[in-house]
């Protein structure tokens, strides 16, 4: 039974998502401000983090940040209709995915079984089993990541999106197949997550010794996962 944390002030909507969280299985915890989820994260095992981002004490984004210092539990942001910058921000600091008010108890769902299924380890024959490519190490078992026998600091969606390009070397994947394959929604229009979860794990690998980026964008058509020093 994953353990979900609502960290929201808005007691009325918190009701209602325990009430349907509930009905589907989940173990509910509440938080009404960041200063108090913080705290119940620190004495606490959490599974997925539901968070909005206006709230008094400490907003969304500020909470998040704290959150990326000490650990990478999954974390849905929970947006206002229209505040695109809220959701960039978010991503940028490391959230799996977002969610603008209003939203139907279905997308809500979906979206974070998705989360879910990306952060919790696949079982498989052996924990050490292993994708390499040049110095990538990916263990799929633990959600971990090598370059150059160097822990890279990801988070489990970010995971899932370089080991879907190490699975599919030397091919132009599109926005529409990574939305749908790592991040298990339909890409929608204006939709920045693929994007933002692309720069992020950019950022995290090491250039090439020649200076190049190992993803590379091919406007209009997606991204690419260089080949070595090519």
Do not use: C
């Amino acid at each position: 039974m994953a353990h979900i944390l609502l960290i929201d002030d808005d007691t009325e909507l918190t009701d209602l998502l325990s009430e349907v969280l509930r009905f589907e299985d989940f173990q509910v915890s509440v938080a009404h401000n960041g200063e108090e989820g913080l705290a119940f994260v620190q004495s606490h095992s959490v599974d997925l983090i539901l968070l909005d981002v206006m709230m008094p004490k400490l907003n969304g984004i500020d909470t998040l940040r704290r959150l990326r210092e000490s650990g990478e539990v999954p974390v849905l942001m929970l947006t206002a209709k229209g505040e695109e910058i809220d959701r960039v921000v978010g991503l940028e600091l490391g959230a799996d995915d977002y969610l603008a008010k209003p939203f139907s108890e279905r997308e809500l769902l979906a979206r974070i079984r998705a989360i879910l299924r990306r952060a919790q380890s696949v079982p498989t024959e052996s924990t050490s089993e292993v994708l390499e490519y040049f110095d990538l190490s990916l263990y799929p078992g633990k959600l971990e990541a090598y370059s150059h026998q160097q822990l890279l600091d990801l988070t489990s969606t970010e995971f899932a999106m370089l080991q879907h390009f190490v699975q599919h070397p030397g091919k132009v994947l599109t926005k529409e197949e990574l939305s749908l394959e790592v991040l298990g929604k339909r890409l929608a229009r204006f939709d920045r997550a693929v994007d933002m979860h692309v720069s992020n794990v950019r950022k995290k690998l090491p250039d090439w010794a020649n200076g190049k980026p190992r993803i590379k964008t091919l406007r209009g058509k997606g991204y690419l996962l260089t080949e070595g020093d090519d």
